[in-house]
């Protein structure tokens, strides 16, 4: 019965790889099982002292195991150490577990140490496995926590009595306190009780549905500052399935909201802008129906008085007497056709369907042929006109009619708003790349408040019933339509009771192959320049 118990027990010592030592300390000398002997690769003849023991410990501890046993010896104290043990293969760490116990002599000196050895490489390896693991655990919940917190939206978590367990960065800059003041506690703590009672509402309504929950609400940081916040919370639960508590993330959508509310307002005013370009198109249809209906009645009537003057003529002989009434009618005649090709040329304009005839022309000769072709009305008026130039020949690529309506046109507006005794200057400067010219008068002037709106259609500077001139306020829009077809540009300067200088420069280039053309308004006034003269002055009264 001993032998059976001795052989099962040293067959359990066997499985826990669990040898036996005793160590005499005052012979130097100790005795082991035969467990312990396997553990510790010790064959026969092997010199089980102390020096011996040493030489089963590993290089790297033995130093240490040395200093450690002579420590227990000297004062008694238990042997519980954790060590290193020698192995043939050097690739494989053997790892054990010495425990012991000190036992004295009857004079009090440590006699032997009893003990065990227990291998735990095993053991030793999952630990290093374990610890590795845990390492790494800890570096991804290093890159978690960084990742979570670098993420704008608030993120937090709650147990299931909405405690808080975490948060991220940016819900501590929405609490105004740190993560480590936050946990634990709950959102009556931390929040006034109007946010905490609609934080705590809906917190209850997704535990209770136990599904994500997604709701808006409007919330101020400490700074003041008030967003709206789309809050998403969803429960999480154990292995078992029971709601532990609950995950929010909170993004700030306030920008997204004003973004979304000027995306509907534009496209609002783009329906509107559509709505009032398809009126726009509707009036200039009506326009353009309207001055072609007009134009002919006027025709037919200019005609008839130009044959009542025929037949005057031939009536009376040549001595035909200055009937106002008859100048009257052609007066507004002309001031009709005018305004009828004004309304369709701006319309062509507006369609991009007005072209212009360029040529290379000498434009020095033909703004001073214009200008000679009207001194004599303007000098009629009381108001002397000069024309000067720094150079007496420029040939450049324009439309002459063009240039001469433009002329016209600038000079007509510098007649009206100049009194008697006043003065009209034109001057060309070559400016190499392009020929500035300037028409400038010594009129009323424009009022500051509507030099930026001059060019615009139906501007009208002097809208009196007194005025002494008549307009339909886009001329000067035409004017600046044309200059900008001939690829310039045209600006204003003004003082009021000083005058006005209008400034155009027109690029200096030259169409290829075309021969320079004669001046369409010589000096010898022609029948169609005159014609155009009355038709841009007919809005001056006499």
């Given amino acids: 019965m001993e032998l059976k118990n001795e052989f099962w027990l040293n067959e359990a010592h066997r499985v826990a790889k669990l040898g036996i030592f005793i160590y005499d300390i005052k012979k130097d000398i100790w005795t082991s099982s035969e467990i312990l002997d396997e553990l510790a690769e010790i064959k026969g003849g092997y010199v089980k002292n102390n020096k011996g023991w040493l030489n089963t410990v590993h290089p790297s501890q033995r130093a240490e195991m040395e200093s450690y046993a002579n420590e227990i010896i000297k004062t008694g104290k238990d042997f519980d150490k954790e060590y290193r043990i020698v192995c043939k293969n050097d690739e494989i760490e053997r790892w054990v577990v010495g425990k012991g116990k000190v036992y004295l002599d009857e004079y009090g000196i440590p006699e032997k140490l009893v003990g065990t050895i227990q291998d735990v490489s095993e053991l030793k390896k999952s630990e290093k496995k374990y610890k590795k693991l845990y390492e790494e655990f800890q570096q991804k919940q290093v890159l978690l926590m960084s990742l979570i917190n670098s993420i704008p939206d608030l993120i937090f978590y709650k147990d299931i009595n909405g405690a808080y367990l975490g948060c991220n960065k940016a819900f501590e800059a929405f609490a105004g306190i740190e993560e480590k003041d936050i946990i634990g506690h709950t959102d009556l703590d931390i929040f006034d009780k109007e946010v905490a009672t609609a934080f705590r509402t809906m917190d209850s309504r997704m535990m209770q549905q136990g599904q994500p929950l997604t709701n808006e609400e409007w919330a101020k940081y400490p700074d003041g500052n008030c967003v709206l916040l789309e809050s998403l919370k969803t429960p999480y639960y154990d292995?078992?399935?029971?709601?532990?508590?609950?995950?929010?993330?909170?993004?700030?959508?306030?920008?997204?909201?004003?973004?979304?509310?000027?995306?509907?307002?534009?496209?609002?005013?783009?329906?509107?802008?559509?709505?009032?370009?398809?009126?726009?198109?509707?009036?200039?249809?009506?326009?353009?129906?309207?001055?072609?209906?007009?134009?002919?009645?006027?025709?037919?009537?200019?005609?008839?008085?130009?044959?009542?003057?025929?037949?005057?003529?031939?009536?009376?002989?040549?001595i035909v007497p200055k009937d106002k009434y008859v100048k009257m009618m052609k007066q507004n005649c002309y001031r009709?056709?005018?305004?009828?090709?004004?309304?369709?040329?701006?319309?062509?304009?507006?369609?991009?369907?007005?072209?212009?005839?360029?040529?290379n022309h000498d434009i020095i000769s033909l703004i001073e042929d214009v200008t000679l072709s009207v001194a004599e009305y303007i000098e009629n008026k009381g108001i002397s006109i000069t024309f000067d130039t720094d150079v007496e020949e420029k040939i450049i690529t324009c439309d002459p009619e063009m240039i001469e309506r433009i002329i016209l046109n600038l000079l007509s507006n510098a007649v009206k708003f100049t009194s008697r005794g006043g003065n009209i200057n034109i001057k060309i400067e070559d400016n190499i790349r392009d020929i500035c010219i300037r028409v400038k008068d010594t009129g009323r002037g424009i009022p500051e408040n509507k030099l930026n709106s001059i060019f615009e259609r139906f501007v009208q500077v002097d809208k009196s019933l007194t005025r002494t001139h008549e307009g339909s306020g886009i001329g000067l829009s035409i004017v600046k339509a044309l200059i900008e077809l001939h690829g310039g540009t045209i600006s204003v300067t003004s003082q009021e009771g000083q005058g006005t200088e209008f400034i155009i420069n027109i690029p200096c280039k030259l169409v290829e192959s075309e021969a320079y053309a004669e001046s369409a308004c010589s000096t010898e006034i022609g029948k169609s320049c005159i014609e155009k003269i009355n038709i841009e002055f007919s809005d001056i009264y006499n």
């Fill in 336 to 359: 009709l056709i005018r305004l009828i090709n004004n309304l369709i040329d701006i319309t062509k304009i507006d369609h991009d369907y007005f072209q212009i005839n360029e040529i």
């Fill in 239 to 318: 292995p078992q399935g029971n709601v532990l508590g609950l995950i929010g993330v909170s993004r700030d959508i306030t920008e997204r909201i004003k973004k979304e509310e000027l995306q509907k307002n534009i496209e609002e005013e783009r329906r509107r802008v559509n709505e009032l370009k398809e009126y726009d198109k509707i009036k200039t249809d009506f326009f353009i129906n309207i001055s072609h209906e007009l134009r002919t009645p006027v025709n037919v009537i200019f005609s008839a008085i130009q044959m009542e003057e025929l037949m005057l003529k031939d009536y009376l002989g040549e």
